[in-house]
């Protein structure tokens, strides 16, 4: 098994930068294919970025957000800038064995971390 604990989230202005961490810990790391979810209040769950061969981003957040992989550190980053109000949710680590499974529902999930962004 795979544990994931999201770390980074809080409060930030419209326009501002945040950057989330997730730490892997379990079977090895980079034997899974990594990404981030949101899920704000009364939506679904929706995709923001996964990291395999190449980084694959959701429409929404295309050129303002950043994954990143330190395999050393066990560690997978989401460098979120330009903020907007809409990116209030609360974001979650995931962990899969490829990206179809990521997408479907993934293996593993972190508790996830809110963030808020004011207008």
């Known amino acids: 098994q795979v544990q994931l604990v999201e770390s980074g989230g809080g409060l930030v202005q419209a326009g501002g930068s945040l950057r989330l961490s997730c730490a892997a810990s379990?079977?090895?790391?980079?034997?899974?294919?990594m990404g981030w979810f949101r899920q704000a209040p009364g939506k679904q769950r929706e995709f923001v970025a996964a990291f395999t061969w190449r980084s694959y981003y959701s429409d929404s957040v295309k050129g303002r957000f950043t994954i990143s992989r330190d395999n050393a550190k066990n560690t997978v980053n989401l460098q979120m800038n330009s903020l907007k109000s809409e990116d209030t949710a609360v974001y979650y680590c995931?962990?899969?064995?490829?990206?179809?499974?990521?997408?479907?529902?993934?293996?593993?999930w972190g508790q996830g971390t809110q963030v808020t962004v004011s207008s």
């Open positions: 995931a962990a899969a064995i490829d990206y179809g499974t990521l997408m479907r529902g993934a293996d593993y």
């Open positions: 379990g079977r090895t790391f980079s034997s899974y294919v």
